[in-house]
């Protein structure tokens, strides 16, 4: 018997799935009819119109005048007729008149006619008109006022019966159709067609632990209730993006033989007022009757936002939709079985009414791999491409730090397509590296024309960086400089920290404003002006500072906090709240920022004046071969010269020249344009 009910409950939910999946059909044969009606009623229109008919239209003093000359025939099968029709003052004359030259008596040369009479002006002429001539018509009454009905209702009727089978469709996908609006927008996912498990999952073991919780329970709910425990109502993930917030509640479906519903934030909303809590509870219900079962909300902040933060601060329909949705929640009884999955990388916005025991009791967060956890998300989607033997996962995963499940599923498939791209049988080192750097600083743009003196002054900029970065201890170590345009840069020092990092010293601080500040007074010290290639790095440094005066407490300031955690911003909340200190306290923040970056740029600037030869022996390096290593770098700090020189990459060949359009004079460079001597770089300008 329970067996029997699983399989009904199975076959229930394939139908639904598949009812979910199915996507309206146009019906062709009612398209059809409705085509061939209108053919018709337009043919019936152009019949009564007299588009086919071959009776020649005349006027009323023509008629009088072809009664005079007796050239209107009246016999037997040719009778004159007056067609009188009701409720009108007119009389249609239709008849038959020999033409000019025509024999009397013949059928042939004779010519249909009609021509309209007004009775309240003419009927005495017209009658004294047709005695002389010798003619009886024959008056015949009609009434067309059914036909005039249809033919005036029916083109209506039929138009909107087009428009119906035209737009059916539409409307059916856009809305389910019109009745259906209120009807909740949750998918069941079928069990075929959800492969992932918790084997699919790596690199969160901790979140895995706290929701493998649900599966337990929803497998043997008795375990759990019969030492009088409760199963959490509705579990939060929280995570920045890319984690496997997602990945995780699909999993959680795959291990639970239970029906999974899953929906996104934005589907409660609509245009319609009320619609978003109509969904809501025709959710709810549907969970009722497939209990025991999972529903998966993504983005929730969509719906779940702060109530009366909004900048109208008004009862809206998020706000609606809301409400229901917290009383749906609060309503549940947990032996019921259905547990509320939700996911958002924005909990600060989240209304706290939501986030209370009994609504959401747990709250798991998904954070950012460390260097065991990413090992273990690249072997799993390695899994999927064939990889060299050369190739060190492990290696790959310490250079790794900081970045998401989903941007190391990138890497992996960015080093695949490169390999392709070359022809090579399998995925080595060299492409994982590249595709690495790809994914955090975006690809090399080998084809942008950099003029000579854009390439000099990028080496400069870029040799004071790495410079500095090898040469100051608390610094992450130097990963490679490139003068190659890298994603928006037309230059990168990369530097890569030794493991994951989850605190900032502020000795550390220090030295990073330092390497900061590297890259324009090199620019100025060697050609004596500036460029606005410092531009990202004055950005950096100044948020750098501004967290170390507001928010860490690194400055003469003291132990005190100026401003709230930028990294998520509430647009209305900022503005309600407005600033916690005084003008005064504004012109000392401000006064303190420039200290501490002023004081970065004083000591690069000594650094940078004691090792002007290692700087130019640098910008020469990358000049030649566009990109060094940390190794590299370093042989020329130590050794004052580069012992074991990087490959040379063969450049993509150079478009062909465009003919000119006008002729054309050899421009003279001006004195003050930089050129490459012979010997290398120009001599380095005196402080």
């Given at each position: 018997?329970?067996?029997?009910?699983?399989?009904?409950?199975?076959?229930?939910?394939?139908?639904?799935?598949?009812?979910?999946?199915?996507?309206?059909?146009?019906?062709?044969?009612?398209?059809?009819?409705?085509?061939?009606?209108?053919?018709?009623?337009?043919?019936?229109?152009?019949?009564?119109?007299?588009?086919?008919?071959?009776?020649?239209?005349i006027?009323?003093?023509?008629?009088?005048?072809?009664?005079?000359?007796?050239?209107?025939?009246s016999?037997?099968?040719?009778?004159?007729?007056?067609?009188?029709e009701?409720?009108?003052?007119?009389?249609?004359?239709v008849?038959?008149?020999?033409?000019?030259g025509?024999?009397?008596?013949?059928?042939?040369?004779?010519?249909?006619?009609?021509?309209?009479?007004?009775?309240?002006y003419d009927?005495?002429?017209?009658?004294?008109?047709?005695?002389?001539?010798?003619?009886?018509?024959?008056?015949?009454?009609?009434?067309?006022?059914?036909?005039?009905?249809?033919?005036?209702?029916?083109?209506?009727?039929?138009?909107?019966?087009?428009?119906?089978?035209?737009?059916?469709?539409?409307?059916k996908?856009?809305?389910?159709g019109?009745?259906?609006?209120?009807?909740?927008?949750?998918?069941?996912?079928?069990?075929?067609k959800?492969?992932?498990?918790?084997?699919?999952?790596?690199?969160?073991?901790e979140?895995?632990?706290?929701?493998?919780?649900?599966?337990?329970?929803?497998?043997?709910?008795?375990?759990?209730?019969?030492?009088?425990?409760?199963?959490?109502?509705?579990?939060?993930?929280?995570?920045?993006?890319g984690?496997?917030?997602?990945?995780?509640?699909?999993?959680?479906?795959?291990?639970?033989?239970?029906?999974?519903?899953?929906?996104?934030?934005?589907?409660?909303?609509?245009?319609?007022?009320?619609?978003?809590?109509?969904?809501?509870?025709?959710?709810?219900e549907?969970?009722?009757?497939?209990?025991?079962?999972?529903?998966f909300?993504?983005?929730?902040?969509?719906?779940?936002?702060?109530?009366?933060?909004?900048?109208?601060?008004?009862?809206?329909?998020?706000?609606?939709?809301?409400?229901?949705?917290?009383?749906?929640?609060?309503?549940?009884?947990?032996?019921?079985?259905?547990?509320?999955?939700?996911a958002?990388?924005?909990?600060?916005?989240?209304?706290?009414?939501?986030?209370?025991?009994?609504?959401?009791?747990?709250?798991?967060?998904?954070?950012?791999?460390?260097?065991?956890?990413?090992?273990?998300?690249?072997?799993?989607?390695?899994?999927?491409?064939?990889?060299?033997?050369?190739?060190?996962?492990?290696?790959?995963?310490?250079?790794?730090?900081?970045y998401?499940?989903?941007?190391?599923?990138?890497?992996?498939?960015?080093?695949?397509?490169?390999?392709?791209?070359?022809?090579l049988?399998?995925?080595?080192?060299?492409?994982?590296?590249?595709?690495?750097d790809?994914?955090?600083?975006?690809?090399?743009?080998?084809s942008?024309?950099?003029?000579?003196?854009e390439?000099?002054?990028t080496?400069w900029?870029?040799?004071?960086?790495?410079?500095l970065?090898?040469?100051?201890?608390?610094t992450?170590?130097l990963?490679?400089?490139?003068?190659?345009?890298?994603?928006?840069?037309?230059?990168?020092t990369?530097?890569?920290?030794?493991?994951?990092?989850?605190?900032?010293?502020?000795?550390?601080?220090?030295?990073?404003?330092v390497?900061?500040?590297?890259?324009?007074?090199?620019e100025?010290?060697f050609?004596?002006?500036?460029?606005?290639?410092?531009?990202?790095?004055?950005?950096?440094?100044?948020?750098?500072?501004?967290?170390?005066?507001?928010?860490?407490?690194?400055?003469?300031?003291?132990?005190?906090?100026?401003?709230?955690?930028?990294?998520?911003?509430?647009?209305?909340?900022?503005m309600?709240?407005?600033?916690e200190?005084?003008?005064?306290?504004?012109?000392?923040?401000?006064?303190?920022?420039?200290?501490?970056?002023?004081?970065?740029?004083?000591?690069?600037?000594?650094?940078?004046?004691?090792?002007r030869?290692?700087?130019?022996?640098?910008?020469?390096?990358?000049?030649?071969?566009?990109?060094?290593?940390?190794?590299?770098?370093?042989?020329?700090?130590?050794?004052?010269?580069?012992?074991?020189?990087p490959?040379?990459?063969?450049?993509?060949?150079?478009?062909?020249?465009?003919?000119?359009?006008?002729?054309?004079?050899?421009?003279?460079?001006?004195?003050?344009?930089?050129?490459?001597?012979?010997?290398?770089?120009p001599?380095?300008?005196?402080?």
């Amino acid at each position: 018997m329970a067996e029997n009910k699983h399989n009904q409950s199975k076959e229930s939910r394939r139908r639904l799935s598949n009812n979910n999946d199915k996507e309206p059909q146009v019906n062709w044969r009612g398209l059809l009819l409705v085509v061939v009606a209108i053919a018709l009623l337009g043919g019936a229109l152009l019949v009564r119109g007299g588009a086919f008919s071959q009776s020649e239209d005349i006027s009323n003093s023509r008629f009088y005048q072809l009664l005079k000359e007796s050239r209107v025939v009246s016999t037997p099968g040719r009778q004159l007729s007056i067609n009188v029709e009701e409720g009108r003052k007119t009389e249609t004359i239709v008849g038959f008149y020999r033409k000019g030259g025509a024999a009397a008596g013949s059928d042939h040369g004779l010519q249909a006619f009609q021509t309209t009479a007004f009775i309240a002006y003419d009927g005495d002429q017209l009658k004294q008109a047709l005695q002389e001539a010798g003619i009886k018509p024959n008056i015949r009454s009609q009434s067309n006022a059914l036909a005039s009905t249809l033919i005036n209702t029916v083109p209506i009727l039929l138009l909107f019966i087009a428009i119906y089978f035209f737009f059916r469709s539409q409307i059916k996908i856009a809305g389910k159709g019109a009745l259906s609006f209120g009807k909740s927008k949750a998918r069941m996912m079928a069990r075929d067609k959800n492969r992932a498990t918790f084997k699919d999952v790596a690199g969160i073991e901790e979140a895995k632990e706290d929701v493998s919780e649900l599966v337990d329970f929803l497998k043997d709910p008795k375990k759990f209730q019969k030492l009088g425990g409760r199963i959490p109502k509705g579990v939060l993930m929280v995570g920045p993006p890319g984690t496997g917030k997602t990945l995780l509640a699909r999993a959680i479906a795959g291990e639970a033989e239970v029906p999974f519903f899953s929906i996104s934030g934005s589907d409660f909303v609509e245009m319609f007022v009320g619609v978003g809590a109509s969904r809501v509870r025709d959710m709810f219900e549907q969970g009722k009757k497939s209990a025991p079962c999972l529903m998966f909300i993504d983005e929730i902040d969509a719906v779940g936002r702060h109530r009366g933060h909004g900048l109208g601060g008004g009862h809206d329909e998020r706000e609606q939709t809301l409400n229901q949705l917290l009383v749906e929640m609060d309503g549940f009884d947990t032996q019921d079985g259905v547990i509320i999955i939700a996911a958002t990388n924005r909990p600060d916005v989240l209304d706290p009414a939501l986030l209370r025991p009994g609504r959401f009791d747990r709250q798991v967060v998904v954070s950012l791999p460390d260097v065991k956890g990413r090992e273990e998300i690249l072997k799993v989607h390695a899994k999927r491409i064939k990889l060299d033997g050369n190739a060190d996962l492990t290696t790959l995963a310490r250079g790794t730090p900081g970045y998401s499940g989903a941007e190391l599923a990138n890497v992996i498939n960015e080093a695949a397509l490169m390999a392709a791209r070359k022809g090579l049988p399998a995925v080595t080192m060299q492409e994982l590296e590249e595709s690495r750097d790809k994914v955090r600083w975006g690809k090399e743009r080998r084809s942008l024309a950099m003029s000579e003196r854009e390439k000099i002054s990028t080496a400069w900029h870029e040799s004071g960086h790495a410079l500095l970065n090898v040469l100051l201890e608390h610094t992450s170590p130097l990963h490679k400089v490139t003068i190659i345009p890298r994603g928006p840069y037309l230059g990168a020092t990369m530097h890569l920290p030794e493991g994951d990092k989850y605190s900032t010293q502020q000795k550390e601080a220090a030295d990073s404003l330092v390497v900061m500040m590297g890259g324009r007074i090199a620019e100025e010290m060697f050609t004596n002006d500036i460029s606005n290639g410092a531009a990202g790095d004055i950005k950096q440094a100044t948020q750098l500072t501004r967290k170390m005066v507001c928010e860490w407490g690194m400055s003469d300031l003291g132990m005190v906090r100026y401003s709230e955690n930028s990294d998520y911003v509430f647009f209305a909340r900022e503005m309600m709240r407005g600033r916690e200190y005084s003008e005064d306290t504004a012109r000392q923040i401000d006064s303190e920022v420039k200290r501490i970056i002023n004081d970065a740029y004083a000591r690069a600037t000594t650094i940078l004046r004691k090792n002007r030869r290692k700087i130019k022996l640098i910008a020469s390096a990358l000049l030649e071969y566009e990109t060094l290593s940390a190794i590299h770098v370093k042989e020329i700090i130590e050794f004052g010269e580069l012992r074991n020189p990087p490959v040379m990459v063969p450049k993509p060949p150079p478009l062909p020249p465009s003919p000119p359009t006008s002729p054309t004079t050899p421009s003279i460079p001006s004195d003050k344009e930089q050129r490459i001597p012979p010997g290398g770089l120009p001599a380095p300008a005196p402080a």
